[in-house]
T-cell receptor, first 109, second 115 residues
Framework: EDKVVQSPLSLVVHEGDTVTLNCSYE??????LLWYKQEKKAPTFLFML????IEKKSGRLSSILDKKELFSILNITATQTGDSAVYLC?????????FGTGTSLTVIP | NAGVTQTPKFRILKIGQSMTLQCTQD?????MYWYRQDPGMGLKLIYY???????DKGEVPNGYNVSRSTTEDFPLRLELAAPSQTSVYFC??????????????FGQGTRLTVV
């Protein structure tokens, strides 16, 4: 059975901290791994990763994929209160996207 | 750029009522999806479609039906609403290609409450 597991389930940090969110997967016919940010509405796209070892970076956010060990991490440096959200990991495999349950991040001022 | 449009945004149904959640996309995407999201949970796939005239069950299809008569539209039908169907529903679309992945584009969601 295809599955995507995220950890931790929730995280509370102070502004300025650095956080690492984890996503492991077991799927057949892997095509890509995606990270989304969800703030009480529709998920918004952050990154898509298809190749191992190539870091994708956008401002304070970065992500990398390890296709051998079947996991990805999402790093957020110098966190801000606006980073508070649920971060979803999804794996595109076959004709579907498989989503993890998400990591809820709360950044305290 | 409308993207993926869902209607309605909110709805309250009584047990046993039926309704259709509308979803339309203007990106000419072949693939469309319906997900539900319960509090504190990830997205669970209800149904998906890889093209007009083709639909397939996802992880949680019971109590729902879909149709895909056109590339643009992918309505989700609830025939006999039950409290367990209280959730937020998201429609999404994508256009996979052979060389790699693609992102899913989401509608703004429909918050459904069954009482």
């Amino acid at each position: 059975e295809d599955k995507v597991v995220q950890s931790p389930l929730s995280l509370v940090v102070h502004e300025g901290d650095t956080v690492t969110l984890n996503c492991s997967y077991e799927v057949t016919n892997f095509r890509s791994l995606l990270w989304y940010k969800q703030e009480k509405k529709a998920p918004t796209f952050l990154f898509m990763l298809t190749s191992s070892g190539i870091e994708k970076k956008s401002g304070r956010l970065s992500s990398i994929l390890d296709k051998k060990e079947l996991f990805s991490i999402l790093n957020i440096t110098a966190t801000q209160t606006g980073d508070s959200a649920v971060y979803l990991c999804a794996v595109e495999a076959g004709n579907q996207f498989y989503f993890g349950t998400g990591t809820s991040l709360t950044v305290i001022p | 750029n409308a993207g993926v449009t869902q209607t309605p945004k909110f709805r309250i149904l009584k047990i046993g009522q039926s309704m259709t959640l509308q979803c339309t996309q203007d990106m000419n995407h072949n693939y469309m999806y319906w997900y539900r999201q319960d509090p504190g949970m990830g997205l669970k796939l209800i149904y998906y479609s890889v093209g007009a005239g083709i639909t397939d069950k996802g992880e949680v299809p019971n109590g729902y039906n879909v149709s895909r008569s056109t590339t643009e539209d992918f309505p989700l039908r609830l025939e006999l609403a039950a409290p367990s169907q209280t959730s937020v529903y998201f429609c999404a679309s994508s256009s996979p290609h052979d060389r790699g992945g693609t992102e899913a584009f989401f509608g703004q969601g429909t918050r459904l409450t069954v009482v």
